[in-house]
């Protein structure tokens, strides 16, 4: 079959958009808002490597003031937490969160034999790979493939953007990427497409043109469908005009739909401040910030807050030191936030990180992030992490060694870790039992 360069080019732009098999989308054929405990995951990722030294500060540590005699935030301008601990100033409603006890933040979050290219470590944190590992499929690509194969009523995955990371791409099945639903569905019902694929035969896609007209195809009915759902219950709550405000926008009227999508991506930066990085953290704390303000508000509203969980993460943290140049060069480990009203307890979940013993320079990790994401599989979502992940991973709860209780002796230290072991990180990511009135 002989296509023209220009008309590839065209059927590709679309094609790209998104990735998703229609008949994913037709199982979920209904009108009412999703009822409360159709549990979801929202990850935020937080690209460029966010500082997470000046996002949760330890604000009695002088080893953070004398290795950051600049750039290092007073205590008297943080948001404390406890006598020890603050937050950026930026993230007033994150403070509040943790008073309501709606906030998690787990320190020293990172992997064995760190990698401080921003393109390989986000690799390897959006595929739960091996530093030594190069995987081309993600976690959350692998969870599709693992919970909607077969299925009658398959899982999705939807990333607010344009292009698919690779943590929604499966070997398999693959989320969807739509900044827009309403502006998706304009661009496949445009009369061009709609011509094209009216004339091209429906065959196996044997060749890389047949690919691409079968992708095409799958993709009109995802977004003629994730539009349609959209539109069922729009949420009508003010959100701030940013790409985050809007992005969470979209997000909170699609989990009212009935698209019962388990998982939605979405990124906000670029937090690699290399150079000046007290303004551009502050204006993207305070996206974030007002974004997150408005999208719980949302959710409260509509009664969803215990059934969402919001989580952050970043590809590498910065160097302990400042730099010559106002900013922070890539490091290691990182902070990470979990956001929810299903939080039955809220803290600062393990010892703030150490500055004292550094490798080279950089935080050493004391809580592996695949971890952490095992837990939220396990527990959240439901999901068989072992086969996802492609080994066992620890639970949280099982990792007594990743909390502080901040004791005085050994003895009463242990008892702590082990209630908080059967408490905390059982009640940060697994849902909650639904009432039999929900």
């Known amino acids: 079959m002989q296509i023209k360069r220009k008309t590839f080019l065209q059927v590709g732009s679309l094609a790209t958009a998104s990735l998703m098999l229609p008949k994913f989308l037709k199982a979920f054929e209904a ?187 799958q993709t009109l009915s995802s977004a003629d469908y994730i539009f349609k759902q959209s539109r069922l219950h729009p949420t009508g709550a003010d959100y701030p005009k940013t790409k985050l405000g809007n992005s969470l926008k979209t997000i909170a009227s699609l989990i009212y739909s009935e698209i019962n999508t388990k998982v939605y991506y979405v990124s906000l930066g670029s937090f690699d401040t290399h150079i000046n990085q007290g303004a551009q953290q502050q204006r993207l704390f305070t996206e974030m910030n007002e974004a997150t303000k408005a999208f719980v508000k949302d959710l409260k509203a509509n009664n969803r807050f215990d059934d969402v969980l919001l989580f952050t993460f970043s590809e590498f943290g910065r160097r302990v030191s400042q730099n010559a140049s106002g900013g922070t060069d890539h490091g290691t480990a990182n902070n990470m936030f979990f956001v929810s009203g299903g939080l039955k307890q809220k803290g600062v979940l393990n010892a703030m990180p150490d500055l004292v013993d550094l490798q080279d320079g950089d935080l050493k990790h004391k809580v592996d992030f695949k971890n952490v994401y095992a837990t939220i599989l396990n527990n959240w979502l439901q999901a068989d992490a072992t086969a996802i992940l492609g080994k066992k991973y620890e639970l949280m709860r099982d990792r007594y060694n990743t909390i502080t209780g901040k004791m005085k002796s050994l003895e009463s230290q242990m008892a702590t870790l082990e209630k908080r072991d059967n408490e905390v990180y059982r009640s940060i990511f697994e849902a909650n039992p639904v009432p039999d009135s929900a």
């Open 31 to 217: 009108k009412a808002m999703v009822p409360a405990g159709n549990k979801v995951v929202v990850v935020l990722q937080l690209s460029g490597g966010n500082d997470g030294l000046n996002t949760v500060i330890p604000v009695r540590n002088d080893l953070y003031y004398k290795a950051r005699p600049r750039l290092a935030i007073e205590a008297s301008k943080s948001l404390m937490l406890d006598d020890e601990t603050g937050l950026h100033p930026a993230l007033d409603v994150f403070k509040e969160l943790y008073d309501d006890g709606n906030l998690g933040i787990m320190n020293s979050v990172g992997y064995p034999n760190p990698d401080r290219s921003h393109f390989r470590s986000m690799d390897i944190w959006q595929t739960a790979s091996q530093s030594s590992e190069y995987l081309t499929s993600g976690w959350l690509g692998r969870y599709l493939d693992a919970q909607c194969s077969g299925c009658e009523k398959p899982t999705q995955a939807i990333e607010i953007d344009d292009v698919l990371s690779l943590s929604m791409k499966g070997k398999k099945i693959n989320g969807i990427a739509v900044r827009d639903p309403k502006r998706l569905y304009g661009t496949a019902n445009e009369k061009f497409f709609r011509d094209v694929l009216k004339n091209h035969r429906q065959e196996a896609a044997e060749t890389p043109v047949d690919y691409l007209y079968k992708t095409m195809a």
